[in-house]
Nanobody, 124 residues
Framework: QVRLVESGGGLVQSGGSLRLSCAASGRTFSSYAMGWFRQAPGKERSVVAAISGSDGSTYYADSVKGRFTISRDNAKNTVYLQMNSLKPEDTATYYC?????????????????WGKGTLVTVSS
């Protein structure tokens, strides 16, 4: 069983930065692929960034490439999402996800574990 708790959301002006954190319980954190997803009101949840558990490979949605960075600290059982140059369209609830399979995180389907989310609001 893995429990995920997100933090770091809040209100920021356009062009600003935030760093989201996702603290995970469990002894096998380092073997899990991790991902950040977001869901805006009226829209489907979609993957923003993902990082594998095996070799640290990363994936970014086109909309955030060059602005967001996903990283993980296995010693702290934590995954981060550094968000720079934020835009109003980045406003959403951001969710952390974990699964043994990187492919599942990339697809966002059948993922084993989800956090409850943290709200990010970017004002114009």
């Amino acid at each position: 069983q893995v429990r995920l708790v997100e933090s770091g959301g809040g209100l920021v002006q356009s062009g600003g930065s935030l760093r989201l954190s996702c603290a995970a319980s469990g002894r096998t954190f380092s073997s899990y692929a991790m991902g950040w997803f977001r869901q805006a009101p009226g829209k489907e949840r979609s993957v923003v960034a993902a990082i594998s558990g095996s070799d640290g490979s990363t994936y970014y949605a086109d909309s955030v490439k060059g602005r967001f960075t996903i990283s993980r600290d296995n010693a702290k059982n934590t995954v981060y999402l550094q968000m720079n140059s934020l835009k109003p369209e980045d406003t959403a609830t951001y969710y952390c996800a974990a699964d043994p399979l990187y492919e599942m995180v990339l697809l966002g389907r059948g993922v084993d574990y989800w956090g409850k989310g943290t709200l990010v609001t970017v004002s114009s």
